[in-house]
């Protein structure tokens, strides 16, 4: 079974920068779609970025536009986001996903069917 572990997460001062990083297990990433998404306290699960099984096509919440950047290794069936020009307004519990649908990267939460545990991005004014 397809296991999803994030790393990376931690305090920031606002302007400053991330990189999570989200570990597979298995020998079919780079056969999937990946996501990221995050949940702030009180919030809703909210659609960060997402990538294609080759890393050719990429997809972003307009909230992080310009500011992160999703990239993969599928040699190292890992999957990252780079988080740059961090806001109090970003800090919440961050998961990466996968989807299973095959012509599929977009925002919808219903899509992914494998998520990791999560990590605490927490920007501080």
């Known amino acids: 079974q397809v296991q999803l572990v994030e790393s990376g997460g931690g305090l920031v001062q606002a302007g400053g920068s991330l990189r999570l990083s989200c570990a597979a297990s298995?020998?079919?990433?780079?056969?999937?779609?990946m996501g990221w998404f995050r949940q702030a306290p009180g919030k809703e699960r909210e659609f960060v970025a997402a990538?294609?099984?080759?890393?050719?096509?990429?997809y972003y919440a307009d909230s992080v536009k310009g500011r992160f950047t999703i990239s993969r290794d599928n040699a190292k069936n890992t999957v990252y986001l780079q988080m740059n020009s961090l806001k109090p307004e970003d800090t919440a519990v961050y998961y990466c996903?996968?989807?299973?649908?095959?012509?599929?990267?977009?925002?919808?939460?219903?899509?992914?069917?494998?998520w990791g545990q999560g990590t605490q991005v927490t920007v501080s004014s």
């Open positions: 996903a996968r989807t299973s649908y095959s012509d599929y990267f977009g925002e919808h939460p219903s899509r992914y069917d494998v």
């Open positions: 298995g020998r079919t990433f780079s056969a999937y779609n």
């Open positions: 990538i294609n099984w080759s890393g050719g096509s990429t």
